[in-house]
């Protein structure tokens, strides 16, 4: 079992940034990919960026450039910082960890990021 707790999550004008944390505890030492996955009001949850044990990292289209995955192995903690927000950016946001050996995934409880002026 591990489990996930996100911390970072706000309100923040067009253009501003927030910085979003992942802890993770429990079996640690299982945890393969790390990511965040966004879900907007009435759509899907969906891909925002992932980071693997190896540190491969994987972004969506929409945040290439704008945003940035990282991860301490050591404190199993996983970061996404999140510059020239726009709008269509706000979600809820939630972290993920895949864990061996059969991938399966644990979800946080997920942070609200709203980027209005």
């Known amino acids: 079992q591990v489990r996930l707790v996100e911390s970072g999550g706000g309100l923040v004008q067009p253009g501003g940034s927030l910085r979003l944390s992942c802890a993770a505890s429990?079996?640690?030492?299982?945890?393969?990919?790390m990511g965040w996955y966004s879900q907007a009001p009435g759509k899907e949850r969906e891909l925002v960026a992932t980071?693997?044990?190896?540190?491969?990292?994987n972004y969506a289209d929409s945040v290439k450039g704008r945003f940035t995955i990282s991860r301490d192995s050591a404190k199993s903690t996983v970061t996404l910082q999140m510059n020239s927000l726009r709008p269509e950016d706000t979600a809820v946001y939630y972290c993920?960890?895949?864990?061996?050996?059969?991938?399966?995934?644990?979800w946080g409880q997920g942070t609200q990021v709203t980027v209005s002026s």
């Open positions: 980071i693997s044990s190896g540190g491969s990292t």
């Open positions: 993920n960890a895949k864990i061996a050996p059969y991938y399966n995934n644990y």
């Open positions: 429990g079996s640690i030492f299982r945890i393969s990919t």
